[in-house]
C-alpha cells in the first residue's frame, strides 16, 4: 500500500510539473537550447565515469 502511494505521490508531481511548465513556461531560443544541450552532454559524461569509479572501487 504504501509503494501505492509513493507512486501516485509521483505521479501527481509530474502532473503537475507538467501542467504549469505549460502553461507558465517560455519557449527557448536556439542559442539557450544548445547551451543546455552541452552542459548536459557535460553532466551525463561525469555521471557516468562516477558511476564507473564507483562500481571499480566497490
Excluded: C, H
Excluded at 501505492?4 to 505521479?11: A, K, P
Excluded at 539557450?32 to 552542459?39: D, G, L, N
Amino acid at each position: 500500500m504504501t509503494l501505492l502511494i509513493i507512486l501516485l505521490s509521483v505521479f501527481a508531481g509530474v502532473a503537475l510539473m507538467v501542467i504549469l511548465s505549460e502553461r507558465f513556461g517560455t519557449p527557448m531560443d536556439n542559442q539557450q537550447q544548445s547551451k543546455y544541450a552541452k552542459i548536459t552532454r557535460i553532466l551525463v559524461f561525469v555521471l557516468l565515469i562516477t558511476a564507473i569509479i564507483k562500481l571499480a572501487v566497490s
